[in-house]
Protein backbone atom coordinates (compact mmCIF):
# COMPACT_ATOMS: atom_id res chain seq x y z
CA UNK A 1 0.00 0.00 0.00
CA UNK A 2 3.00 2.06 0.86
CA UNK A 3 4.32 1.99 -2.94
CA UNK A 4 1.04 2.08 -4.44
CA UNK A 5 0.62 5.36 -2.43
CA UNK A 6 4.38 6.44 -3.53
CA UNK A 7 3.77 5.35 -6.92
CA UNK A 8 0.50 7.53 -7.29
CA UNK A 9 1.90 10.18 -5.49
CA UNK A 10 4.95 10.23 -8.10
CA UNK A 11 2.68 10.51 -10.78
CA UNK A 12 0.61 13.28 -10.05
CA UNK A 13 3.62 15.45 -9.37
CA UNK A 14 4.81 14.84 -12.52
CA UNK A 15 1.85 15.47 -13.89
CA UNK A 16 1.68 18.66 -12.21
CA UNK A 17 4.50 19.96 -13.49
CA UNK A 18 4.19 19.30 -17.03
CA UNK A 19 2.81 22.20 -19.12
CA UNK A 20 -0.59 22.41 -19.98
CA UNK A 21 -1.82 22.39 -23.27
CA UNK A 22 -4.56 24.74 -23.38
CA UNK A 23 -6.90 25.05 -26.35
CA UNK A 24 -6.57 28.57 -28.59
CA UNK A 25 -9.65 31.21 -28.31
CA UNK A 26 -11.08 32.59 -31.19
CA UNK A 27 -9.93 36.46 -31.55
CA UNK A 28 -12.97 38.80 -30.36
CA UNK A 29 -11.20 41.29 -31.69
CA UNK A 30 -11.52 42.14 -35.23
CA UNK A 31 -8.63 42.34 -37.46
CA UNK A 32 -8.72 45.99 -39.24
CA UNK A 33 -6.95 46.92 -41.92
CA UNK A 34 -6.31 50.52 -42.74
CA UNK A 35 -5.45 51.89 -45.98
CA UNK A 36 -4.36 55.99 -46.44
CA UNK A 37 -5.11 57.84 -49.69
CA UNK A 38 -4.31 61.47 -50.63
CA UNK A 39 -8.96 61.76 -50.18
CA UNK A 40 -9.92 59.25 -47.88
CA UNK A 41 -9.17 56.84 -45.10
CA UNK A 42 -10.38 53.17 -45.67
CA UNK A 43 -10.82 50.97 -42.23
CA UNK A 44 -11.31 47.39 -43.32
CA UNK A 45 -12.83 45.21 -40.39
CA UNK A 46 -12.40 41.43 -40.75
CA UNK A 47 -13.64 38.33 -38.49
CA UNK A 48 -11.95 35.42 -38.59
CA UNK A 49 -11.01 36.55 -41.94
CA UNK A 50 -14.22 37.78 -43.45
CA UNK A 51 -14.81 41.29 -44.64
CA UNK A 52 -18.26 42.35 -42.54
CA UNK A 53 -17.65 46.24 -42.82
CA UNK A 54 -15.76 48.84 -44.49
CA UNK A 55 -15.85 52.66 -42.46
CA UNK A 56 -14.84 55.18 -44.91
CA UNK A 57 -13.72 58.49 -44.06
CA UNK A 58 -13.31 61.19 -46.51
CA UNK A 59 -10.93 64.35 -45.57
CA UNK A 60 -13.75 66.70 -46.04
CA UNK A 61 -17.17 65.12 -44.40
CA UNK A 62 -18.23 62.80 -42.29
CA UNK A 63 -17.40 59.06 -42.37
CA UNK A 64 -20.04 56.99 -43.39
CA UNK A 65 -20.11 52.77 -43.20
CA UNK A 66 -20.84 49.65 -45.85
CA UNK A 67 -21.71 46.82 -43.94
CA UNK A 68 -22.07 42.84 -44.93
CA UNK A 69 -25.67 42.52 -43.63
CA UNK A 70 -26.50 39.53 -44.79
CA UNK A 71 -22.87 37.57 -43.86
CA UNK A 72 -22.83 36.20 -47.78
CA UNK A 73 -19.89 38.22 -48.37
CA UNK A 74 -20.72 41.07 -50.19
CA UNK A 75 -21.40 44.54 -49.11
CA UNK A 76 -24.72 45.55 -49.02
CA UNK A 77 -26.31 48.87 -49.90
CA UNK A 78 -29.83 50.43 -49.89
CA UNK A 79 -31.56 51.75 -53.03
CA UNK A 80 -34.10 54.39 -52.67
CA UNK A 81 -37.14 53.56 -54.77
CA UNK A 82 -37.04 56.92 -56.19
CA UNK A 83 -33.87 56.74 -58.15
CA UNK A 84 -32.48 53.25 -58.57
CA UNK A 85 -28.96 54.61 -58.89
CA UNK A 86 -28.75 56.22 -55.87
CA UNK A 87 -26.87 54.22 -53.25
CA UNK A 88 -27.29 55.39 -49.97
CA UNK A 89 -24.77 54.06 -47.18
CA UNK A 90 -25.34 54.08 -43.76
CA UNK A 91 -23.94 57.09 -41.92
CA UNK A 92 -22.86 58.30 -38.31
CA UNK A 93 -25.38 60.95 -37.08
CA UNK A 94 -25.01 61.20 -33.80
CA UNK A 95 -21.80 60.40 -31.81
CA UNK A 96 -21.15 60.37 -28.22
Known amino acids: MKKLFQLLLCLALSVGS???ML???PDD???ITI??????IIEEYRAN???YMIKITPK???AYYLVDTDGDGSLD???NELDEGLL???WTLFNW
Do not use: C, H, Y
Open 18 to 20: APL
Open 23 to 25: AAE
Open 29 to 31: EPE
Open 35 to 40: TRSKTE
Open 49 to 51: GRL
Open 60 to 62: KGF
Open 77 to 79: SRQ
Open 88 to 90: IPR
